[in-house]
């Protein structure tokens, strides 16, 4: 969650499906979704295909980083599910003033040179830093496919597994 409560931030490469759609709407009770990514907010085809994506009760805003900053920044609405795509983008965001308490690692795909620090979650050395900002930052990172999922400590992984 956010300092100021409601904001769930979860980084997923994939953005939205149906997990996200089914499992981790219901589980936090959310109605607004997120999607904040540089690349998909300057995409009009992929803001498209996103929103397409979600039933239609829920609402479902695409943002830059900065943007997502500003968005939070003067909402006062209900909870969010904000998703990004990638660890650094969460760090921009922080970097935007935005005031994490923690965060979720839901899927992360495998690349050349990636390490795993679980079945769904890869990191390389971009990901390993942005993940070290943000324990340095007192952002907790939890490892959790699904809601059902024990939360995994992140970081514990990482020094586990990185070289």
Known sequence: MNAK????VRVDDRLIHGQVVTTWVKSLGVKTIWVM?????????????LKSSVPSHLNLEVY?????????RGYHGGPVL????FVQDVVRLCEQGVLLTEI????????????ALSKAIYVGETEAKSMQELEHRGVLAWIRVVPSDAKIDAYD???????
């Not at 904000?82 to 795509?85: G, I, K, M, Q």
């Not at 979720?104 to 390490?115: A, S």
């Not at 992984?157 to 070289?163: G, T, V």
Request: glycine share 8%; no cysteine; proline share 4%.
């Open 64 to 72: 830059t980083i900065e943007q997502a900053a500003h968005a939070w």
């Open 157 to 163: 992984r990482l020094r586990q597994r990185w070289h």
């Open 104 to 115: 979720n690692l839901g899927g992360m795909r495998y690349h050349p040179g990636y390490v």
């Open 82 to 85: 904000l998703l990004a795509e």
């Open 5 to 8: 409560a409601g904001l769930f």
């Open 37 to 49: 990514s540089d690349r998909a907010a300057n995409e009009p085809i992929e803001i498209i295909l």
